[in-house]
């Protein structure tokens, strides 16, 4: 395989460690990664760890104890460590937008490598400065790749399936995402009369979601400062008055302004395409939607937003997966 062909197919890839990778290496840590800046710099990981045990984020804080070790392995900084897996995370995250692409949608090589470009431009990477966003990425990028294997029918690959959509419950607004993504997988096999997905796997991915959520509340409550973090009540539901809901939806709905002109592209696509304008307009693209609502439903519960406008705002990390429905 030729330099050009490589390229070809991956140049994603490439955009992440030419155009990204630099900023993160020339800006510090920023937000809450400063905590990590400090624990490094001290050489005490205990300053930072009840932070991540408190909320029950044991696989996140795995990942900084690795960082260290390798550090000391190889003798580099923790810093480049982190910024070099900031930049993987986020081009495994575009992988695994490719591969939905074909997945969900069909979509050739050309739209497929188009799809997770655009999806490396996301105008949230910014907030990768602060590396425990860095490690919410990763978390979204083990859902999909575990709901992709637990799709496979070897028993080894549904164990690794659940294994990394179970870690990538440490996000919590991970278990409402699973789940659409299933719904919406189920709906387009319907209409395509194939038997990719049954409701029978379906109703495997509610039982997980659900069996975490309990289990975790029961055995595993977050503690300390984080006693009630995203914690649901029978309070939360004044957050879904018609008010919130239109606002903080409006605002969600901004990070469409800078790619609302996408669906305009699959119009003048190559008449040989193998989905039509239409069939993916009125059919797949509302489904895209619809896991849209998914994605964001956990943070219209607990009343939290952003918008595009807001480019140094560090609760942009809530609309990471808003692009995967996009």
């Known amino acids: 395989m030729n330099i050009y062909k ?8 490439f955009f992440i460690f030419i155009f990204i990778f630099p900023l993160l290496r020339y800006l510090p840590q920023l937000f809450d990664g400063v905590l990590l800046d400090y624990a490094f710099a001290v050489e005490r990981l205990d300053s930072i760890e009840p932070w991540y045990k408190d909320v029950i984020r044991y696989f996140h804080f795995y990942i900084i104890v690795l960082i260290t070790k390798l550090s000391a392995l190889l003798h580099i900084s923790e810093e480049l460590i982190i910024d070099l897996l900031s930049a993987t995370f986020l081009a495994l995250f575009c992988y695994e ?3 939905y692409s074909k997945l969900f949608f069909k979509l050739d ?7 997770a470009f655009f999806t490396a431009i996301f105008p949230v990477w910014h907030t990768l400065v602060s590396f425990n966003i860095s490690e919410y990425l990763f978390s979204f990028y083990c859902v999909l790749f575990g709901y992709r294997n637990f799709l496979n029918k070897k028993i080894y690959n549904k164990l690794i399936g659940i294994f990394f ?13 699973v789940i659409g993504l299933s719904l919406i997988h189920i709906l ?25 959520y309990f289990l975790k509340i029961k055995y595993f409550p977050t503690t300390g400062y984080w006693a009630t973090y995203n914690e649901l009540n029978i309070n939360l539901l004044s957050n ?10 409006f605002n969600y709905l901004t990070f469409l302004i800078a790619f609302i002109w996408l669906p305009l592209l699959l119009f003048f696509k190559k008449t040989n395409s193998k989905i039509s304008f ?3 307009y009125f059919n797949e693209y509302f489904l895209l939607i619809l896991l849209s609502a998914f994605a964001i439903f956990p943070y ?7 918008y595009i406008y807001h480019l140094a705002d560090y609760f942009q990390r809530h609309a990471f997966k808003h692009f995967c429905s996009r």
């Open 6 to 13: 490589i390229y070809k197919n991956n140049y994603y890839i």
């Open 97 to 99: 937008t490719k591969k």
């Open 109 to 115: 090589k050309h739209w497929c490598n188009l799809a």
């Open 165 to 177: 959509i179970i870690i990538s419950f440490e996000i919590e607004s991970n278990l409402s995402f």
């Open 188 to 212: 387009i096999s319907t209409g395509r009369k194939d038997d990719e997905i049954t409701l029978k796997f379906f109703l495997s991915i509610i039982l997980i979601s659900f069996s975490y």
């Open 240 to 249: 879904l008055s018609i008010q919130n809901l239109i606002k903080n939806i």
């Open 278 to 280: 239409k069939q993916f």
């Open 300 to 306: 219209l519960l607990l009343n939290k937003y952003t």
